[in-house]
Nanobody, 115 residues
Framework: QVQLVESGGGLVQPGGSLRLSCAASGSIFSNYAMGWYRQAPGKQRELVARISSGGLTNYADSVKGRFAISRDNAKNTVYLQMNNLKPDDTAVYYC?????????WGQGTQVTVSS
């Protein structure tokens, strides 16, 4: 099993940047595909970005060119660099670890983009 703790959320103005971090513990981090999801009020949780155990990435169309996911296996941490933030990016952001049929979620971190 793997436990996940997100950090780095907050309030930022439109056009600003934030970097989210997700620290993992309890299992071999490098074996897991890692992802960031988000859920805005009244909406379903949606994929933002994923990175495979081998480092392959994919992004939601809405964040391509603005967000970047990366992982540091030595630190058991996955990051989400978010640039040029927009009000529509406002949501709770969740970290996810996946291996075969196993899923683990963090508790979420709030990101609010507002002037």
């Amino acid at each position: 099993q793997v436990q996940l703790v997100e950090s780095g959320g907050g309030l930022v103005q439109p056009g600003g940047s934030l970097r989210l971090s997700c620290a993992a513990s309890g299992s071999i981090f490098s074996n897991y595909a890692m992802g960031w999801y988000r859920q805005a009020p009244g909406k379903q949780r949606e994929l933002v970005a994923r990175i495979s155990s081998g480092g392959l990435t994919n992004y939601a169309d809405s964040v391509k060119g603005r967000f970047a996911i990366s992982r540091d296996n030595a630190k058991n941490t996955v990051y989400l660099q978010m640039n040029n933030l927009k009000p529509d990016d406002t949501a709770v952001y969740y970290c996810n670890a996946r291996r075969y049929s196993y899923d683990s979620w963090g508790q979420g971190t709030q990101v609010t983009v507002s002037s």
